[in-house]
């Protein structure tokens, strides 16, 4: 069964940093691309940052472009997501998300991710 369990959530100060991590379990974790997304009270859940299976390819939404970087260490089975800048826009849940197909690109829509984490909260004051 597979596993995405997402930590380094909190709250932080405009401007401040946080480092998100996702711990991936039952499945081959280098095998497949992986996403971060993002969901704000009220609002739909959004894209955030993709990466390919082997790290060589990124993209990021423009929102968070120049400020947040979306990382993969294989080896670990990890997934992160150094966030720097951060502004209260950014609070929401982050979720990390594993793409259903073996060996595919990056994507960066919903309905290409097969499994998610249960996120973990990022609240920006201020």
């Known amino acids: 069964q597979v596993q995405l369990v997402e930590s380094g959530g909190g709250l932080?100060?405009?401007?401040?940093?946080?480092?998100?991590?996702?711990?991936?379990?039952?499945r081959t974790f280098s095998n497949y691309a992986m996403?971060?997304?993002?969901?704000?009270?009220?609002?739909?859940?959004e894209f955030?940052?993709?990466i390919s299976w082997s790290g060589g390819t990124t993209a990021h939404a423009d929102s968070v472009k120049?400020?947040?970087?979306?990382?993969?260490?294989?080896a670990k089975s990890k997934l992160y997501?150094?966030?720097?800048s951060l502004k209260p826009e950014d609070t929401a849940i982050?979720?990390?998300?594993?793409?259903?197909?073996?060996?595919?690109?990056?994507?960066?829509?919903t309905d290409e991710y097969?499994?998610?984490g249960q996120g973990t909260q990022?609240?920006?004051?201020s």
């Open 12 to 26: 932080v100060m405009a401007g401040g940093s946080l480092r998100l991590s996702c711990a991936a379990s039952g």
């Open 35 to 45: 996403g971060w997304f993002r969901q704000a009270p009220g609002k739909e859940r």
């Open 114 to 116: 097969a499994y998610w």
């Open 122 to 125: 990022v609240t920006v004051s």
């Open 66 to 74: 120049g400020r947040f970087t979306i990382s993969r260490d294989n």
């Open 48 to 50: 955030v940052a993709t």
């Open 81 to 84: 997501l150094q966030m720097n």
């Open 94 to 109: 982050y979720y990390c998300a594993s793409h259903k197909q073996i060996w595919s690109g990056i994507s960066a829509h």
